[in-house]
């Protein structure tokens, strides 16, 4: 799995000979011939064989197929050589820069990181932590044993107990049941707080999930981005599909938040901008929180030698320093990195119309 110093090095990583980025689709419906096929023609017409090399003798011999794709990042003339096997799926692709090309690892950071889940039942509690679609951590509590959990149980006409110990005993159960779900509670922000979690699903009874989710300090209940209704015994990979599938349908409705609170803002002229210049110029600042891209959207654009300026215009000269341009060929790689690099948030959004049409815009912090 990419760690965050993994992806930090990525980040950081520069190099005055070409980075060859590759992002390989691998997933389980794919043959290995097929995948390496797919490799091989991604690679025609790039030039650069010693890495070709080395991307194909890491496929054919060491890579065990392990997740369900890879990022391979390769400089052979600097000595460089990272390969990541990741467990979700990515598009294909090939990418030249003189940096890793790292879009595509903050498009899977955007909607797979950071899953805190529970299982929750009237005695205890299992937590899982989720990131990149791996279980990373998991951890479980039990708190007092609950008896007589279905009023009116059969074990009661067994015993012959009267009604009315009945109601006494179940009154009980109830009150322990109530004890553990707070326990439980307690428990599942110790361990989300460890794992430095950012979206939490909850799964169990309707009573016992609302019971769990009210014991929960208010901050982390607006983490709460669905609940499931698994059973206690439900395995990992269970557990891990639900929660892929939650957090994509939460992560739709979010985005589509976010687009709405950025039109706003830039509508005002504060704290909001929309369209590759006035982003770009607010990337250069250091001014964007998040930065919202279409899935889709690519533009090339003029950067200054001189000062780091960018633009989708072709000019002579650079209007803050005289400087030259360069052409850039994808100006949206160069603000998503640095975003990434001044501990901004990348949004890359899918299938939202208005993001479609807007391309490209940000969130800003003043
Ligand atoms: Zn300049």
Known sequence: MLSDKALQELLD?????????????????????????????????????????????????????????????????????????????????????????????????????????????????????????????????????????????????????????????????????KRNLKDSAESAVTFFEKQKVRRVIISGTDKNVAQFQNNLPKTWQSLVVGTLSLGMTANRQEVLEETIKVGAAAEVKREAGLVRQMVTAAAKGIEGVVGLRDALHATREGRVQTLLVDENFHAPGYRCQSCDHLTPDELDACPFCGGNFTQAPDATEIAVRRVMLSGGIVEILRDNAEMAEIGIGGLLRY
Do not use: W
Request: glycine fraction near 8%; hydrophobic fraction near 35%.
């Open 13 to 177: 990583y520069e190099s005055s000979d070409p980075v060859l980025s590759i992002y390989l689709n691998t997933d389980t419906d794919i043959t290995p011939d097929a995948y390496k096929l797919t490799l091989r023609s991604m690679l025609k017409g790039i030039e650069m064989p010693s890495d070709e090399e080395a991307a194909l003798n890491y496929i054919e011999h060491e890579y065990a197929r392990q997740g369900r794709s890879v990022a391979i990042f390769s400089c052979v003339a600097k000595k460089y050589f990272r390969a990541y096997p990741l467990s979700v799926p990515v598009h294909s692709r090939v990418h030249i820069a003189s940096r890793p090309y790292v879009r595509p690892l903050a498009n899977i950071l955007d909607a797979y990181g950071a899953y805190g889940v529970a299982l929750v039942d009237m005695q205890g509690a299992r937590f899982f932590y989720f990131h990149m679609g791996e279980l990373v951590e998991e951890e479980g509590v039990l708190g007092d044993d609950v008896r007589h959990t279905k009023s009116g149980g059969a074990s009661s006409s067994v015993h012959g107990r009267s009604s009315h110990a009945d109601a006494g005993v179940s009154r009980q159960s109830e009150n322990t049941a």
